[in-house]
Each structure stands twice: as structure tokens, then as C-alpha cells.
């Protein structure tokens, strides 16, 4: 058994501290992982990390559609050793997988989105940062270091917010904006309605806004003498649902860094991003979290890869990722790499940095060990042959051939 690969590496780990005796402390399991953050969390905290949109019917399919896929193995390739780096968007990530950007994370772990950054640091995962951070931005990219990190901007309704979180992205060391547009106005979360629960109106997830200058000159007081003023100063600011597709022409003449759009679904929006040019896109439902009854994200990801596979765009997956074999699904789907969400909001509810560090390794050792078990060694070697839709199988048993 080789010592080259993470996933024997991690599995070996895990099997010699076991047999001395020795659990994890982060579940391995994404369900036993879910149970025990919801155990430890506060309950609306809790209801706010994993909820969805009204009745969470898109929250459930994006885990459903994953099924309709099925890996179809290939043997005797020689898969001893295996390489899970990609290109993308221009830059060298170490795995076709990155955090995706999560606000407010201090309702999950005191040390919110610093201790996120210290646990991907030591798994070499790179990070996507939300606007609505509990901590700023220039702390999170000190404690990344030199790990790939991408800078995720909520586009103010003040414009000179939107440039000032841009310029200190940049001057913090951030390799690429991701500007997030499936969220015009909120939407409609029962489980935060049910216990009025808005984490905002405790004053978290603003550290970006209040570190910043132009956020300030908008307050009539500062902040330490009326912390209600600029919470709704925030709020008023936060968004803005007037934007239309010019407007990503104005974001793309601010920086020289690429430029990511997220939350697309619909082939048409996604060329749209690139022709006023983003240079990769997001294919997300927000996981779940906007629109009650959407299409689940992978269903929407083929027709997406398809219709920008003649442009240079990238594209990136996110919404339902749970285990590696889900990535590896979406990949062969047209997917360059894939964000991981709320399991490792979990794993830092459970242990902190230790516990967003254990499931970043064991999520790209599952990875990694399940694309050798289906013949391939690189994630170049990943395409349409890896899967087969269980609907034209059950039509065509020989559909995979």
C-alpha cells in the first residue's frame, strides 16, 4: 500500500489510533457529524446552519439527485499513485475542492471564521471567505498564509462599500472575487422566522463591515456608542436587488484579480456572467437556502459545463456535497472543483480549528481513495464515463458501455 496518497495516509491514521483505543473526535460519518454540531450548538444557531427556505424541499433534493448518478468502477489501471491538483480560474489548487464561503460563523465556535482558516491551513484546503464574517478579512488571510484563499462579496447598495471590500481583498492578499447573486432580497426561512432569529441583530457576522472606514462614514454615531444604528446601517446597506448583468462590467473594472459569479442555474445567466466577464462561475442553489422548491444544483451543473465548454470560464460546484464520491459525481458532471459547506461548519462547532482540519482531511481522503477505486489517478482523468443516469440504465443496461 503506497505512503504517497492521502487517502491511505488519513485511513491508516485513523485505523492505528483506533486500534489503541482511540475515537475521533470529529465524527467520520457526515450524519453522525451533523448529529453531534446540532448537539453542541445553540439551537437557533443550529436551526440557522443547517435550515433551508420554507418547507426545505430544495435542501433535501440537493442530496436526492446525487443518486440518480452511478460510478461505474474500472480496474487493473494502476493506481498507485494519485494527484488531485487542478487549475482553476488561473491558479494552482492543491484539490479540486474548496471551502465554501459561510457567514457568521461565530455562531457555530468563538473564534468563527480565524479558527476555519487555521484547520484548512494545516489540510492545505483552500478557503472562499463570506462579506459577513465574524472576523475580518485581512485576520483570515493572515492566518491562511500562503493557502489559496478567494474573497466572497455581498454587493452593497452603497458602491463605494462594494469597491472598499474589493481594494482590501486585494491588498490582503486574496486570489479571486466571488460575487454572490442569488440573493436579491432574503429568503424565506421558516426555521429563523419560527424563533426570530436574525444573528445580525446580536451584532454578528459584521467584522468586515465595522473594520471598514466607508461602512463608518455612513453612521451617524460610532459603533460603540449606538451598536443598534449601524446594525440597521448594515442591514439597509447589505444589498442590492437592483442589480443587473451591466453591473458585473463595473465589478470586473475594479480589480485585476478573476472575477466569480455564484448561485447560477440556468445555462443562459451562466454565459451571460462570462460574456461580461467573469472568469469562472458557480453553479449553486445557495444550498437550499433562497428558493423553496428550485431545481437541485446538479441538476442544473451539466447543461451549465455544456453550454460554457467552448469559452475558458471554469466552473465550480456547490449545494449537497457531503462525501467524496458526490465530488467526484459532480466533476464528471463538468464541474473544475467543488465547495464543501456545512460539513465543516460542523466539524468547527465540535473541536474548532482541530475539527474543520479532521473533516477537510477526511473528505479528500474519501476523495482520493474512491477515485482510484474507479481506475483513475488525476482528476484530469474525470468525465462523462465515470457515471451513468440510473434512468437510461434501468432503459439500457448496456447504457455504460
Known amino acids: 500500500m503506497s ?47 443547517a435550515g433551508g427556505a420554507g418547507g426545505e424541499n430544495t435542501v433535501g433534493r440537493n442530496r436526492r439527485v446525487f443518486d440518480r448518478w452511478r460510478i461505474v468502477p474500472r480496474f487493473l489501471r494502476d493506481v498507485g499513485e494519485r494527484d488531485l491538483s487542478v487549475d482553476v480560474c488561473g491558479q494552482k489548487l492543491p484539490y479540486p475542492v474548496m471551502l465554501a464561503p459561510i457567514g457568521i460563523q461565530s455562531i457555530a465556535h468563538e473564534d468563527g471564521e480565524v479558527a476555519t482558516a487555521e484547520g484548512a491551513r494545516e489540510a492545505g484546503m483552500p478557503v472562499i471567505l463570506s462579506s459577513v464574517a465574524s472576523e475580518t478579512l485581512e485576520d483570515v488571510a493572515d492566518e491562511l498564509g500562503e493557502t489559496p484563499k478567494w474573497f466572497q462579496l455581498y454587493w452593497s447598495s452603497e458602491r463605494d ?33 419560527s424563533r426570530g432569529y436574525v444573528p445580525q441583530l446580536d451584532g454578528e457576522g459584521m467584522a468586515n463591515y465595522l473594520a471598514d472606514d466607508t461602512f463608518l462614514d455612513l453612521l451617524d454615531q460610532p459603533p460603540e456608542e449606538n ?43 451562466a454565459r451571460r456572467a462570462v460574456d461580461h466577464g467573469a472568469d469562472g462561475v458557480i453553479v449553486s442553489n445557495h444550498g437550499g437556502r433562497q428558493v423553496d422548491g428550485a431545481i437541485g444544483a446538479l441538476e442544473a451543473l451539466p447543461r451549465v459545463a455544456a453550454d460554457l465548454e467552448d ?91
Not at 483506533?18 to 453542541?40: Q, R, Y
Not at 486570489?175 to 426555521?191: F, L, M, Q, S, Y
Not at 444604528?229 to 446597506?237: C, E, K, N, P
Open 3 to 49: 505512503d504517497g496518497n492521502i487517502g491511505e495516509r488519513r485511513q491508516r491514521e485513523i485505523f492505528v489510533s483506533g486500534h489503541a483505543g482511540i475515537e475521533p473526535d470529529v465524527p467520520v460519518s457526515f450524519e453522525a457529524l451533523e448529529e453531534a454540531a446540532i448537539e453542541v450548538m445553540d439551537e437557533a444557531a443550529a436551526g440557522y446552519v
Open 161 to 193: 462599500l462594494a469597491r472598499s471590500f474589493i481594494d482590501r481583498a486585494e491588498d490582503a492578499g486574496f486570489d479571486a472575487i466571488v460575487v454572490t447573486v442569488d440573493t436579491p432580497v432574503p429568503g424565506w426561512k421558516e426555521r429563523d422566522l
Open 227 to 269: 451598536e443598534f444604528g449601524a446594525i440597521q446601517t448594515f442591514l439597509d446597506v447589505f444589498g442590492d436587488p437592483t442589480l443587473t448583468w451591466e453591473d458585473l462590467d463595473w465589478l470586473g473594472d475594479q480589480t485585476d484579480l478573476p472575477v466569480v459569479v455564484k448561485g447560477l442555474l440556468h445555462p443562459a445567466d
Open 311 to 401: 469559452t475558458d470560464a471554469d466552473v465550480l460546484f456547490d449545494s449537497g456535497i457531503r462525501r467524496g464520491a458526490e465530488a467526484l459525481k459532480a466533476l464528471a458532471l463538468g464541474a473544475d472543483a467543488v465547495c464543501l459547506g456545512r460539513p465543516y461548519v460542523y466539524g468547527l462547532a465540535i473541536d474548532g480549528a482541530d475539527g474543520v482540519r479532521a473533516v477537510c482531511e477526511n473528505f479528500v481522503a474519501d476523495m482520493d481513495l474512491t477515485m482510484g477505486l474507479t481506475g483513475r489517478t488525476s482528476v484530469a482523468d474525470i468525465d462523462r464515463s465515470l457515471v451513468v443516469d440510473e434512468q437510461q440504465l434501468f432503459r439500457d443496461p448496456t447504457a455504460y458501455r
